[in-house]
Nanobody
Framework: QVQLVAPGGGLVQAGGSLRLSCAAS????????MGWYCQAPGKQRELVAA???????NYADSVKGRFTISRDNAKNTVYLQMNSLKPEDTAVYYC???????????????WGQGNQVTVSS
């Protein structure tokens, strides 16, 4: 199964930037889509951005034009560049990786440990 390591997050002032990263490791797996979710206090977890294995991207309306998702397939890593941050972006951000076990063709969904992002006004 795939393990995820996702350092990053922190406290930033409104208008500032942060970059999150999430690296996948394991054996005998193939990664498909990767993405980021966020969960603010008292709210449901929601999709922020996703990127396919071919590089197609999708963003939540609230972050379009401010956040950029990218991936480095050689490093099995997905990034989320967050610019022009707003206080309402404050949440725990979780990376999400969809992978396939090559030995069994079983599908897996892996979650990062969560990164607190706090944007002060």
């Amino acid at each position: 199964q795939v393990q995820l390591v996702a350092p990053g997050g922190g406290l930033v002032q409104a208008g500032g930037s942060l970059r999150l990263s999430c690296a996948a490791s394991g054996s005998d797996f193939s990664i498909n889509a990767m993405g980021w979710y966020c969960q603010a206090p008292g709210k449901q977890r929601e999709l922020v951005a996703a990127i396919s294995s071919g590089g197609s991207t999708n963003y939540a309306d609230s972050v379009k034009g401010r956040f950029t998702i990218s991936r480095d397939n050689a490093k099995n890593t997905v990034y989320l560049q967050m610019n022009s941050l707003k206080p309402e972006d404050t949440a725990v951000y979780y990376c999400n990786v969809r992978s396939v076990d090559i030995a069994t063709l079983a599908d897996f969904v892996s979650w990062g440990q969560g990164n607190q992002v706090t944007v002060s006004s």
